[in-house]
Each structure stands twice: as structure tokens, then as C-alpha cells.
């Protein structure tokens, strides 16, 4: 039997939500009372009725320190009231997997989840954690409530917390007994399987039948990398056990804590194994190399796409998902596509197939929260971003496996009763660059600027705005700003856009994830027509004509200003 026990506080001011959940340094995190103070902010943000006696949902990657923060956050939801706990077995599960598990709840009795996780932040004693909440819609909740959550943990004096020392098991189903003004009320908890639901919706989603006449080919060879990260027993479940993947072509499928040292992130930097196995850097070219390369990050929201010897942008993989949708039943199981969204820093590629599928294509800011209005309200079913996600209506996160299995059935379709040479990825993209033309897509990212470098390079580019319109004809800059069609709340400051008249674009972007220090995102995206050189090397192309990076230097100062010669990283 536990009490409620009334715990005074005092409030941090460093709990913000950034571009996906707060995130931090653990160390940040286990200073006295943070937790507490940000979980009891998030109950604090909403009528009682909307999570006394509700289901509250929880999960998380299983980094370090997450089994401290789900014990605490239990007590700290039963204190306040919930009904039911629904908990991830062993604390594991992706983050799509718990936006459709919140989904999955019974209509009006779930209150939303919390999901532990710093996404693609490495892990560790020394590195970073992360809170997520996502509402009873299962998406992540929205600029507003973020603000109002803020406001709160500025303002907080106490939390409920029970007045226990016990530890909830989290691999077998228990009850809490509480004590309240003299009454017991009994609060189950239930150990949802981390892989399950998820799987079964996967197999009712898309076409396993079909998709394993592709790994029946002999000349169709798949490798995936978990990176540490919980993608690995989902790949396990779905590649291996149902597709027949050989194990070792499933490499560091178990989550670990601190994602054995690696930065969890599948970009070119961070995925290097599956680099070197695809041979992206083309390194040996005489080596015989997989057909289909992917990973996925820490959490398994993020995907990358590799074919041989290349690397699918994630934002052409959004447009040539956009325009073989009809060939696959997730994205059409209700009807035709309703329309896409991408964020403001990814190509414009799938513009060009939407317009050409006469589709509406939304432009939104950087952050997957925003496109939580346009599937709620039904006004379109696909949507991407540049950094390697990829999602659809099917929940409301992104999602790295489902985003795969889209690349695997495609590959399928393709190669339906081809008994010649496999139609592969390259084949695919050469195709849709030779209909729609070719944007060649980079990014630069300038990490750990302090304050005074940030705020001068914020100036530098609010200059440049003018300067850019004079430069060359049809130039046009902006500071992107969204009004969000569906509830008209309008988010200022998103980025600074410079453009050409062909579509063009260099962005700089503040990135809303890093644990410290100011990183500066550089985006550069350059279009060739489809007579143009289609198959050049991205980093060459950025930098011939005009060149990209030095007009971004030129643009921000941003060598001058923060003592730099070259970017962080590249990816
Ligand atoms: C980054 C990406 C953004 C993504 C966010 C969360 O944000 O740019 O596109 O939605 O991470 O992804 P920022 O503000 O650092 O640029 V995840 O997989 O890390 O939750
Ligand atoms: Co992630």
C-alpha cells in the first residue's frame, strides 16, 4: 500500500521542448527534483479530467538512466491520478511503435505517453537523455502545449509523487495499491511486448507475401545496422524471422544502453560500417556489394536508404515514395494519396511530383509535430524530412522500419515476374531523375557556437536577406514563418531561406536538439533539369557554378564570427 506524498520544489528554467522533446545531459538530468519537476509540468499543462483514471502510455530506446526516469515518472502519474499504465516491456519500445500503441488505446481512455529518448543523441553517463510526451492522438504534442509546459516549470512549487521505495517490475504485469482519503485504489500496470503490436500492424499494412519474393532472389542481398538502437528487435522480428534475413546480414540488432559508444544517427557520418559495406564512398570498385543497405537511429523513427554505392537523399526517398505510392497498399489502403507535406529544409523534389500528380504539397517547419494537424484533418497522408524521416498517416511519428518496408515494396513491385537482372535502387532513382530532374542535396552543420557567435550570426543573415535579392534576378530570402492551415497558430522564425529562380535553395537553421551549445544547420539544395548531369558527385555539384558553401560563409560570416574553417559535420 503507497501514499501520495506532496513534494516541495523549486523550478528549473531550462525546460524547454525543443525541435522533439526536452533533451539533456544526463547529468543535467539527475540534479535534485528535474525529473520530477518536468513530469509534474506536463500534468500541470492539462485539466485534471484529461488524465485522472486515463491510461497513461510508456516507453523509450533504453538508454542510460531511462530505467531511473520511468520508475519515477510511475509514481509520479499514479500520484496525480492516472488510471492504468501501459508500459513497454523492459521500458524498450520505438517511438513509432508507441505512437501507435497510444493510438491503439480505447477511444477517450488514454491520457498520452512518455517516451525516453534522445533520438539519434548518443547515449551514456556522459551523454544525453530525453523526454518525449505525445498526446492521446499520439503525436508529439504541438508548439502551444510545448509553451504551456515551459510556462509551467517555470512556475512549479510541488509534485505528487507515491511515497515509496519500491521498484515497479517492468518485464511482468503488477498492481499499486494506493491510499487516498481513505480509500484503496489500485492502479495496474501492464507490460505491453516491445515488438508485437507493432509487427502485426506492419503485416497488415503491407504485402509480406510479395515482398518476400524479393528476398527469394538470389541476386537480392539485404543488410541492415540497429546501431545499438531499438530498430534492432523489430528488424529481428520483421527482416529475419519473417523474411528470412541471415542473421548476420542484421548487425548490432541489440539496444544497448549507450549504444555501445556510437552516436546512433544514420547519416553518412554516423553509419559508418553500413558505408563501408555499401561502398558509398566508392572506395573498392571492385567489390560486389548489397542491393539494399538501411539503418535506422537510436529510437527507430529515422531511416537511411542505401543502394549500392549510393545513398538515397531522404529527400528524394519522400519523393519517389510520393510517386510509386499506388504500388504500395500502406499508403493506399484508404484511397488515393491526399496530399504530402515536407519540411521547409527538404528539397523540393517531391513538389515536382506532386504537381505533376496534382497533389497538395504543404511546406512545413522543421520538427514532426507539425505535420500532427495536416493527417489529423486528413489532408495528407505522406510526409518527410530531410534528416532521414520518413512517415504517413499510419501514426503520427516518423518511422524508420515502415519507411523500409516502402523501399522493399517497391523493389518488389518492380521486380514482379522480372526473372532478368534485378530492377534495383539505382535503376529506380535514375528513373525518376530522368522524369523530374535531379536536386542535389547537402547539409553543413557548424555545432557548439556559444551565445554571443549565435546571436551575431542570427544578425549577419537577417542582413544578408536584402544583399541576396540583389544578386542575381529572381532571387528571393526570407525568415520562414508557417501558419498552420488546420488551427491558424502561426509559428514564427523557422529558418532563413535563400533562393533561386529554379527552385535552388541555401537555409540556415538553429537545430532544436543539441544538448549544448548553439548548432548551425546549412542546407544546400541545388536542381538540375533532367537534360542536366544527373549522376555527378553531390559534393561536387554543390561547390561548382556557384558555390554553395562559400556563399553561405559569405552570407553568415560564420568562419569570422565563431573562429571556424570548415564545418562539424557533413552529411
Ligand atoms: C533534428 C532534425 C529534425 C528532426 C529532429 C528530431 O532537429 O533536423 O528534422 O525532426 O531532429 O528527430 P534539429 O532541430 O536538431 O535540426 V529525432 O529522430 O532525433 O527525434
Ligand atoms: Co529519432
Redesign the pocket.
Known sequence: MSKIKEVQTKPYTDQKM????LRKKVKVYQQENYIENFIQSVFDSYKPEDYKGKTLVIGGDGRFYNDVAIQLTIKIGVANGVGKIVLAENGLMS?PAVSLLIRSQPKGECYGGFIF?????PGGPNEDMGIKFNGDNGAAIPEGKNNEVFEASKKITKYLILDTNEKFPMDKPSEIKVEENGTVRTVKIEIESTTKRYVEEMQKLFDFDLIKTLFKRDDFHFIFDGLNGISGPYAIAIFQDIFGVPKENLDKCKPLPDFGGLHPDPNLVHAKDLDAKMDVFKKDLSKKVPDFGAAC?G?A??NIIFGPRMLVSPSDSLAAITNNADLIKSLTRNGPLKGVAR?MPTSGAVDRVAKKKGLQCYEVP???KFFGNLLDDGRITLCG???F?TGSDHIRE?DGVWAILCWLTILAQKNKDNKGKLIGIPEIMQEHWKCYGRDYYCRYDYEDLNNEQAAKVKENLNKSLETWKTMKEGNEACVFEYNDPVDHSVSKNQGWIYKYKNGSRIIF??????SAGA?V?IYFEKHVDPDGNLLADVADVVKSGDNFPELAVKLSDIHNVAGRTGPTVIT
Open positions: 525543443g525541435t522533439s522533446g517511438t529518448t534522445a533520438s539519434h543523441n537511429d529510437d523513427d529515422r519540411s522543421t520538427g514532426w524530412e530531410e534528416s524521416g516518423k537553421r538553429f537545430s532544436g536538439t543539441s548548432t544547420r
